[in-house]
């Protein structure tokens, strides 16, 4: 009896923990294939090239936690960029907005965020408030958002001072701000989700928005604060993007973006059938899908069979997520 | 006996994870009768049927059927060799046209790719005249009602020429004459030699159409008769196992001043001008017909509908309520009616869906460990039984669903508790626990209003019932009073007799 106990135990942990398992074998796949791929370096250059996506994915899993999605984040990281750029360009740079000082960078990142705010409250209400389908209301965010890109400027915001480039290209010692302003967020999601009672209400609305009314959850309130802090992930990402690349720019930046982050999302167990969502699934879903950018580059393998890998991973760790909610079901 | 039986179900076991739904279940039909399967909300009478029409694997036992052993895979093997089932909850394509409904999956064909959308239409409505129905069949199956979507599916069901026919609460939306009309196509398939299997809580349908008559009680068999050796109280006998009148503990308690008044209430169509007052420890019980408009009322007090008009009053004070929120704030809780629908958060755990209404008191960071102990202290209460706190609330059997949500209201100590239909679905003992414990409530002097459409429960508890018809009061009654023939007077909308209307009109 307590050995069947034991081993049910064991099985639980693995189908709550699987994911991570997929990562650790991933991993030593690579290795075995090219020794460099577990080392520092790389271990550096993988973590610094997924820390904006990793943003993205920790604002987007919130979303689809609470039963939505939100297809705008790239745009509105774009958006976030071409504008926190434009105030913290150099002096000598030829500027965006001639005349415009060029500002601290402290105003460049709040003018960013201050974006995210906008666009994702536009999102919450829209689904709160219109009932519009979250994915017909942040498509159109996604297209507005990356129009108002292209009208604000042709071509590339580039020559951006030191100060605002800090967050995306600094470092403190051997530590990439990148990489631990990705690190931070991580572990205010996760504080959200565990600690605070807007963490539990997206669970619960997610998981049935009747029963979240009548349990004296404001809903609206809930899915509005959602969505901002969706786009205010996505905001800071562009922030990071335009810091690290020292640009923005209105075609490419954060293009598509959108798409890696709800793949990483999913593939952390965040269920797209809303309420079911874990933070260390998550972390693992970002890593898994930068180990497989970064190790299929290290193998040699050619882009497209990069994406057919991503495609089929994305696709069995669904499969395999339903599958073990409708046992538990 | 192979000739005798068309379907016998022996030995039946349905295991769900925690529960034991069906346990060694017993079921012989003869052609070309009606046999009717009574018990308890919760007995196992609908597992059975799922499970002998392949929408549930089943345990263990063995299925006979037509002189051989069978083991439906799925619903379209069931009704391929001759088994249809009229579901309890229906689930038309409601954008979809009626004869879109009766055809689905098997639409006449022009050739091997094409529907002839022609002969779709026309032999509906062949079926419906050989019936003698009167629906149209062009209309889009939501602009019906729920009775003439009872209709179609009944029809559907016909339509597959079966051997048996399985009808799980056909009547429960139906109006009188639409009663009449199934109770008609039940004697036609009868004198076809098709066999029904009856579901029904209603005594007098049950008497009048069925030959014989199972009886499980917690998802076990008490046995099977012939229906005209059985009675009323015989057969409540059986599904309770015990003398009905244990069934609903009322404690005595004291009755106080008027604490929870509400004056003319109205909301739509459904609630219409009603007025009622709860005193301190009164259990007020709300009768009527399904669609009387009782909860819409209370949902129009608990904030969840938009008031019209009228006043609700808590101790004196006026109370302003728009949402769930301020209901809950001003100290009134509601369980409602639709369990799954707005009640659990499946996929959340007992600790969660204990503490969701007071998380507000919790802090930030949360307070796991006060959490963890409240969900302790108020489960255990009340004997929710589930093998961890941590478990999530989709593993429980409904009895325990339910008592993790009365524990929810409970924990926001509200001094106003309404509940609906609080012991549907659930086990006989489970009831009468929490029957118990709304007698407890109100004798910690909170005013408690509980909807019910099972008058033996409303009677059973309360110490004054309201009944509505139509989104109207139509009586309120005090407890000595009491009579199911009274109570289904106003429950019809007839008229008081002549002392009673005398009693009502000072009550408001």
Not at chain 1, 8 to 26: A, C, R, T
Not at chain 2, 42 to 48: E, V, Y
Not at chain 2, 282 to 302: D, H, N, S
Request: glycine share 10%.
């Amino acid at each position: 009896m307590k050995s069947k106990a034991d081993k049910s135990q064991f099985s639980k942990f693995l189908s709550d923990n699987g994911i991570w398992v997929v990562l650790v074998v991933l991993i030593i796949a690579i290795t075995l294939v090219n020794r460099n791929f577990l080392t520092p370096q790389n271990a550096v250059a993988l973590l610094t090239g997924e820390s904006v996506k990793g943003v993205l994915t920790f604002g987007v899993m919130m979303a689809i936690l609470s039963k939505g999605i939100d297809l705008s984040t790239g745009s509105v990281a774009a958006l976030s960029a071409i504008v926190s750029a434009a105030l913290c360009q150099q002096a000598t740079a030829t500027k965006l907005w001639a005349g415009l000082g060029t500002m601290p960078a402290i105003v460049g990142i709040l003018a960013g965020i201050a974006i995210g705010c906008i666009v994702g409250f536009a999102n919450g209400w829209m689904v709160a408030y219109l009932h519009l389908h979250p994915f017909i209301a942040t498509l159109g965010t996604q297209l507005i958002c990356r129009a108002i890109c292209k009208l604000l400027t042709p071509g590339p915001v580039s020559k951006l001072t030191p100060g605002f480039r800090f967050l995306g290209n600094g470092r403190i010692g051997p530590l990439h701000m990148i990489v631990l302003v990705m690190i931070i967020l991580f572990c205010i999601s996760a504080f959200i989700l565990r600690e605070t009672r807007f963490g539990k209400s997206v669970y619960a609305v997610g998981g049935n928005d009747q029963a979240a009314r009548v349990a004296g959850i404001n809903v609206e309130s809930v899915l509005i604060r959602v969505y901002m802090w969706c786009s205010v992930c996505a905001a800071l990402g562009g922030i990071l993007l335009a810091g690290r690349s020292d640009s923005a720019d209105p075609a490419n930046t954060g293009l598509n973006y959108e798409l890696d982050a709800i793949a990483a999302a999913t593939v952390g167990g965040t269920s797209q059938t809303g309420g079911i969502c874990r933070i260390s699934g998550v972390a693992a879903g970002i890593l898994i899908m930068g180990v497989i950018n970064n190790g299929m580059v290290m193998m040699g393998v050619n882009d497209q069979m990069t994406f057919i890998v991503k495609g089929l991973i994305i696709i069995g760790a669904v499969a395999f997520d339903m599958r073990k909610n409708r046992v538990k079901a | 006996m192979a000739d005798e039986y068309i379907l016998e179900m022996h030995g039946i076991c349905k295991y769900f994870p925690g529960v034991k739904a069906l346990d060694g279940v017993e079921l012989q039909v003869r052609p070309g009768t009606v046999h009717t399967l009574m018990g308890e909300n919760g007995a196992g009478k609908s597992t059975l049927m799922k499970c002998l029409i392949g929408m549930q694997p089943v345990t263990e036992g063995q299925i006979i059927y037509k002189g051989q052993e069978v083991h439906f895979k799925s619903v379209q093997d069931s009704i391929h060799a001759g088994i249809t089932m009229i579901q309890q909850e229906l689930s038309p394509v409601l954008e979809r046209t009626v004869a879109d409904n009766l055809w689905l999956g098997r639409e006449p064909m022009k050739n091997k790719f094409m529907c002839d959308n022609k002969a779709l239409y026309v032999e509906a409505e062949k079926l419906f005249k050989k019936l003698n129905l009167d629906v149209d069949v062009y209309a889009k199956m939501k602009d019906l009602t729920v009775a003439k979507q009872q209709m179609v599916e009944i029809a559907k069901a016909v339509s597959h020429d079966a051997s048996i026919v399985i009808m799980d609460e056909p009547t429960s939306a139906l109006t009188d004459a639409e009663v009449e009309d199934l109770f008609r196509i039940i004697a036609d398939l009868k004198s076809k030699n098709v066999a029904i299997i009856y579901i029904s809580h209603k005594m007098d349908e049950i008497f009048r159409i069925s030959d014989d008559i199972t009886v499980f009680r917690d998802g076990t068999y008490v046995g099977t008769d012939r229906a005209a050796n059985l009675n009323h109280d015989k057969l409540i006998e059986m599904m309770v196992g015990r003398k009905i009148t244990n069934m609903f503990p009322k404690i005595p308690c004291p009755i106080g001043d008027v604490m929870f008044k509400v004056e003319n209430l109205s909301s739509g169509k459904q609630v219409k001008n009603v007025s009622f007052e709860v005193r301190k420890g009164e259990i007020l019980g709300f009768a009527g017909l399904v669609g009387a408009g009782r909860t819409e009322t209370m949902e129009t007090i608990f904030g969840m509908r938009k008031k019209d008009s009228g006043k609700v009053y808590l101790n004196g004070k006026e109370l302003d309520i728009k949402s769930p929120r301020d209901a809950i704030d001003n100290r009134i809780g509601m369980l409602t009616e639709d369990r799954r629908g707005n009640g659990i958060f499946g996929l959340l755990s007992i600790t969660d869906n204990t503490t969701v209404a007071n998380w507000k008191a919790y802090g930030m960071p949360m307070n796991h460990k006060q959490m963890l102990k409240d969900t302790e202290e108020f489960n255990t209460k009340i004997r929710t039984k589930t093998p961890t706190w941590e478990t999530r609330i989709m593993n429980l059997s409904g009895g325990n669903q339910q008592k993790v949500l009365l524990a929810r209201w409970l924990l926001t100590a509200p001094d106003v508790l309404i509940v609906d239909e609080p012991t549907r679905g659930i086990d006989v003992g489970a009831k009468s626990e929490i029957h118990e414990l709304l007698s407890k409530l109100a004798g910690e002097g909170k005013a408690v209003i509980v909807i019910s459409s099972e008058m033996p429960e409303v009677m059973g508890i309360s110490d004054r019932i309201v009944v509505m018809h139509e989104g109207e009061m139509t009586g309120i009654i005090e407890r000595k009073d009491f009579s199911q023939e009274l109570l289904m007077r106003y429950a019809t909308g007839g008229s008081a007799i002549e002392g009673l209307k005398q009693t009502v009109n000072a009550e408001s």
